[in-house]
């Protein structure tokens, strides 16, 4: 555990004024705060049951009156403020900013726009860029993409760029990382207590770590770029209390899935979403980066889990830099609750075409599909993989409908050729899914979840129906506007292959 860590003194206080970076009169304003009213937090049982709140040393942010969540404390330290409430506008300053091959060039003609074409970034050494998204493409211009982040990597001299110069073998480009959500926990840029921000919605992935993460745009993160800071309303809290022991057959997707359902896409509209309980403390790191990353679909702001031994023993040959973790005080005010019984939870699905369109997966056993797709930052990490194969082992089938396999990362796709899988007898992921009839892994990248190019890998040309992996299931998300996609986790997603319907995967673990 990292005992000895603390952060650095806080800088002075951010000053702006409209002739340094031309923000307009409201910016300069004094923050508004919310009504600190007294009612009483609204609570909504899913599953009856009286979890333990375990007692946290708080966080040193000064001279604090009032108890905070996570989320508060993580920006009042960020913003020099010895305490926040929801509603509150403050100036935080940036740990990481990350952007990407789709928003990159964006947000650099901004940058360069507002603070001049010679300007220089605010902190080279906090800026990771990452190529990832439409990567092994013939398309010119998303080749084109590639090549502004390079130029720009090289003019500011940025030292976390990951590239990719030839595209015909990821594997000679010992830079090149792959999906930008996994590439920044496995190369040590997210810590607990931090505030990072990433032009992409899923970078509230980074929220395991129990550190503020979110989404932004190209105007916001030009100006980050620049001046290192950033404008935020905090957000309230929802608070989702998950107790029991996870049953063989469940994954985090499961888990997510089932909070969109119950609140909708709507639910968390700009509120933090806050995981704890015994069922979140049993989680490994990979499996919360999936309950996080999809907090977007809800709405969300940003999710974070508290930190624990977890955390700090993935964290130990990522990153020498001190990060102070924070925890929600005993008293702290949480917009609604939930309680969940993890143990009565059933494999699900979302389907077409909205994550909230919760359903049970052995409720569409008569749903027919015409391929699988394993990957994304949602489902392409090495437990993912780790997952699918041991579908495919217990069962001893081959797939009946095509099943692409894609790695997030080039770590996690040395992963399914080396890591023997348990109970295997020593067999790796790749010859599993080789024994299975699977599509060769593919090189890591995004690759359809979001569609792309129309060469991409595996992107719905045409009006099929998928099981998928990833977090989006809308209208064309992964391509053909007709095509249907049912959000699911490895476990169900192999299950699904390996039948050609929609499928529980206790029909091939039990």
């Given at each position: 555990?990292?005992?000895?860590?603390v952060?650095?003194?806080?800088?002075?206080?951010?000053v702006?004024?409209?002739?340094?970076?031309?923000?307009?009169?409201?910016?300069?304003?004094?923050?508004?705060?919310?009504?600190?009213?007294?009612k009483?937090?609204?609570?909504?049982i899913?599953?009856?049951?009286?979890?333990?709140?375990?007692?946290?040393?708080?966080?040193?942010?000064?001279?604090?009156?009032?108890?905070?969540?996570?989320?508060?404390?993580?920006?009042?330290?960020?913003?020099?403020?010895?305490?926040?409430?929801?509603?509150?506008?403050?100036?935080?300053?940036?740990?990481?900013?990350?952007?990407?091959?789709?928003?990159?060039?964006?947000?650099?003609?901004?940058?360069?726009?507002?603070?001049?074409?010679?300007?220089?970034?605010?902190?080279?050494?906090?800026?990771?860029?990452?190529?990832?998204?439409?990567?092994?493409?013939?398309?010119?211009?998303?080749?084109?993409?590639?090549?502004?982040?390079?130029?720009?990597?090289?003019?500011?001299?940025?030292?976390?760029?990951?590239?990719?110069?030839?595209?015909?073998?990821?594997?000679?480009?010992?830079?090149?990382?792959?999906?930008?959500?996994?590439?920044?926990?496995?190369?040590?840029?997210?810590?607990?207590?931090?505030?990072?921000?990433?032009?992409?919605?899923?970078?509230?992935?980074?929220?395991?770590?129990?550190?503020?993460?979110?989404?932004?745009?190209?105007?916001?993160?030009?100006?980050?770029?620049?001046?290192?800071?950033?404008l935020?309303?905090?957000?309230?809290t929802?608070?989702?209390v998950?107790?029991?022991?996870?049953?063989?057959?469940l994954?985090?997707?499961?888990l997510?899935?089932?909070?969109?359902?119950?609140?909708?896409?709507?639910?968390?509209?700009?509120?933090?979403?806050?995981?704890v309980?015994?069922?979140v403390?049993?989680?490994?790191?990979?499996?919360?980066?999936?309950?996080?990353?999809?907090?977007?679909?809800?709405?969300?702001?940003?999710?974070?889990?508290?930190?624990?031994?977890?955390?700090?023993?993935?964290?130990?040959?990522k990153?020498?830099?001190?990060?102070?973790?924070?925890?929600?005080?005993?008293k702290?005010?949480?917009?609604?609750?939930?309680?969940?019984?993890?143990?009565?939870?059933?494999?699900?699905?979302?389907k077409?075409?909205?994550?909230?369109?919760?359903?049970?997966?052995?409720?569409?056993?008569?749903?027919?599909?015409?391929?699988?797709?394993?990957?994304?930052?949602?489902?392409?990490?090495?437990?993912?993989?780790?997952?699918?194969?041991?579908?495919?082992?217990?069962?001893?089938?081959?797939?009946?409908?095509?099943?692409?396999?894609?790695?997030?990362?080039?770590?996690?796709?040395?992963?399914?050729?080396?890591?023997?899988?348990?109970?295997?007898?020593?067999?790796?992921?790749?010859?599993?899914f080789?024994?299975?009839?699977?599509?060769?892994?593919a090189?890591?990248?995004?690759?359809?979840?979001?569609?792309?190019?129309?060469?991409?890998?595996?992107?719905?040309?045409?009006?099929?129906?998928?099981?998928?992996?990833?977090?989006?299931?809308?209208?064309?998300?992964m391509?053909?506007?007709?095509?249907?996609?049912?959000l699911?986790?490895?476990?169900?997603?192999?299950?699904?292959?390996?039948?050609?319907?929609?499928?529980?995967?206790?029909?091939?673990?039990?």
């Amino acid at each position: 555990m990292a005992s000895s860590t603390v952060i650095p003194p806080l800088s002075a206080s951010f000053v702006a004024s409209k002739k340094e970076f031309g923000l307009s009169a409201c910016f300069a304003s004094q923050p508004f705060s919310s009504t600190k009213s007294k009612k009483s937090v609204s609570k909504k049982i899913v599953s009856v049951m009286a979890p333990q709140q375990t007692e946290r040393k708080p966080a040193t942010t000064g001279s604090v009156k009032n108890a905070m969540t996570m989320t508060e404390k993580i920006l009042a330290r960020a913003s020099e403020k010895p305490e926040l409430s929801p509603g509150e506008n403050v100036w935080v300053d940036v740990d990481v900013l990350m952007t990407h091959d789709v928003c990159g060039p964006g947000s650099f003609g901004i940058f360069k726009k507002e603070f001049g074409e010679n300007a220089k970034v605010w902190d080279r050494e906090k800026i990771v860029i990452i190529p990832d998204h439409y990567i092994f493409t013939s398309d010119e211009r998303a080749n084109r993409n590639v090549d502004i982040l390079r130029d720009f990597c090289r003019e500011q001299n940025i030292k976390y760029f990951y590239d990719i110069t030839d595209l015909s073998d990821f594997k000679v480009n010992p830079d090149y990382k792959g999906v930008c959500h996994i590439a920044l926990a496995q190369e040590g840029h997210c810590r607990p207590g931090e505030v990072l921000l990433g032009t992409d919605s899923h970078t509230c992935t980074a929220g395991a770590f129990g550190q503020f993460a979110t989404g932004i745009g190209n105007t916001d993160a030009g100006f980050v770029l620049g001046a290192g800071k950033i404008l935020l309303k905090v957000p309230p809290t929802l608070r989702f209390v998950m107790e029991g022991e996870m049953p063989e057959y469940l994954l985090a997707k499961d888990l997510i899935l089932q909070i969109i359902g119950e609140i909708s896409v709507a639910g968390a509209t700009y509120k933090s979403m806050e995981f704890v309980g015994s069922t979140v403390e049993s989680l490994t790191m990979e499996e919360r980066m999936t309950l996080c990353n999809m907090v977007v679909e809800a709405g969300g702001k940003n999710g974070v889990v508290p930190a624990d031994s977890t955390t700090f023993e993935y964290l130990k040959d990522k990153t020498s830099k001190p990060y102070e973790p924070v925890y929600s005080d005993e008293k702290a005010r949480f917009l609604s609750e939930y309680h969940f019984d993890i143990t009565k939870l059933e494999p699900l699905v979302a389907k077409p075409h909205s994550p909230d369109k919760r359903a049970l997966a052995r409720e569409c056993k008569d749903v027919k599909i015409d391929r699988v797709y394993i990957g994304s930052c949602t489902g392409g990490k090495t437990e993912d993989f780790l997952a699918a194969a041991k579908v495919f082992l217990a069962s001893g089938k081959k797939v009946k409908v095509p099943t692409f396999l894609v790695p997030a990362t080039q770590k996690v796709w040395m992963d399914v050729y080396t890591l023997p899988v348990p109970g295997s007898g020593g067999k790796t992921c790749s010859q599993i899914f080789e024994e299975a009839g699977c599509d060769t892994p593919a090189s890591p990248s995004c690759g359809a979840c979001l569609g792309g190019p129309r060469d991409t890998y595996a992107r719905m040309n045409e009006p099929k129906v998928c099981v998928s992996t990833t977090n989006r299931n809308f209208p064309g998300r992964m391509g053909h506007k007709e095509g249907q996609i049912y959000l699911a986790s490895p476990f169900t997603a192999a299950a699904s292959a390996l039948t050609g319907y929609v499928t529980d995967p206790r029909d091939f673990l039990q």
